[in-house]
């Protein structure tokens, strides 16, 4: 069955950096355009990139542009996030995506 299996996740201070990995399995990954989503406690799951099947395309919102860089390693099947400039309202549990499959979360939080 599809898996996808969040990591990296942790306690950093603003301005930290944190990298994201989303182990996969279960499809065919180079098929795949894969996606990171957070949530914070009552709101929705908000959209944060997308990263095209070659990888050669990305797509990020706009609170997180400049900031953050969504990768893949197709050989690994791994989609990445790395997190950098990170500040208090990044905080939330970051989940990875393909079509209608979502991993468990990981919990990123930003404080001093």
């Known amino acids: 069955q599809v898996q996808l299996v969040e990591s990296g996740g942790g306690l950093v201070q603003p301005g930290g950096s944190l990298r994201l990995s989303c182990a996969t399995s279960g499809f065919t990954f180079t098929q795949a355009v894969m996606k990171w989503y957070r949530q914070t406690p009552g709101k929705g799951r908000e959209w944060v990139a997308t990263v095209s099947k070659s990888g050669n395309y990305t797509v990020y919102a706009d609170s997180v542009k400049g900031r953050f860089t969504i990768s893949r390693d197709n050989v690994k099947n791994v989609a990445y996030l790395e997190m950098n400039n990170l500040k208090v309202e990044d905080t939330a549990i970051y989940y990875c995506?393909?079509?209608?499959?979502w991993g468990q979360g990981t919990q990123v939080t930003v404080s001093s």
């Open positions: 995506n393909q079509l209608h499959d």
